[in-house]
Every structure is written in C-alpha cells, then in structure tokens.
Nanobody, 126 residues
Framework: VQLQASGGGLVQAGDSLRLSCVAS????????VGWFRQLPGKERDFVAA?????????YADYSVKGRFTISRDNAENTVHLQMNNLKPEDTAVYYC???????????????????WGQGTQVTVSS
C-alpha cells in the first residue's frame, strides 16, 4: 500500500485545516493508520491513530486532544485529520503511515509504522 498525504498549508493561529491520507494499492481499512508530525532535526511524534477494525481513535496526550479529530472514509480509501484551533506549536511536517494489525494494536511509536507518505507541511503563524 502507498500513502499520499495532503492538505497542509500556511494558516493563522485559531484556523483549521483538514489533512488527508489517501491509500492506493489496498484498502486502508485493513490497517491501523497513524498521523505523526516532525520538526527539523527531531523525531516523529505521534499525533493520532485509528484502529483498523473497531475504528477506535487515539490521540496524543499533549495539546492535540480535543482539537484534532481523526476519521476514516472507506469509500474514498482515505484517513483524515481535522485540525481545529491551530496553534503555532502545531507547526511541523505531518506524515501518515500504517501498522499491520497482526503486529498488534495501536502504538505511539513511529518505528512500528510503515509505508510513510511524503508528508505535508503545516505552518501556523501567531
């Protein structure tokens, strides 16, 4: 499966963006899907994930919970990340990736995920 992330941009604090992660090759619903973000020189940090079969959602404990919503559209073979009330500290490159369910449940470790998309830049100005 190949993933393509899109939807990033330059916005002001308080604005919203919706990121999309489109899968090709196989159904995205077969996999756990996670969103991570990364600053230059830093590791990729977990943002949110959605479970393959249950659709249960998971969010990082830090500031994104309550502002970001992950969802899956099976008809479009896409996972979205709706980001509301954006803050300057949300500025990063956002990546989506998958984890095989046979490898276990949702984790917040980037190394457990694969098939990383190319990333989409989100820049939030104050």
């Amino acid at each position: 499966v190949q993933l393509q992330a899109s939807g990033g941009g330059l916005v002001q604090a308080g604005d919203s963006l919706r990121l999309s992660c489109v899968a090709s090759g196989r159904s995205i619903s077969r996999y756990h899907v996670g969103w991570f973000r990364q600053l230059p020189g830093k590791e990729r940090d977990f943002v949110a994930a959605i479970h393959s079969s249950s659709g249960r959602t998971y969010y990082a404990d830090y500031s994104v919970k309550g502002r970001f919503t992950i969802s899956r559209d099976n008809a479009e073979n896409t996972v979205h990340l709706q980001m509301n009330n954006l803050k300057p500290e949300d500025t990063a490159v956002y990546y989506c990736a998958i984890k095989e369910p046979r490898a276990g449940g949702i984790t917040e470790t980037a190394a457990d995920f694969r098939s990383w998309g190319q990333g989409t830049q989100v820049t939030v100005s104050s």
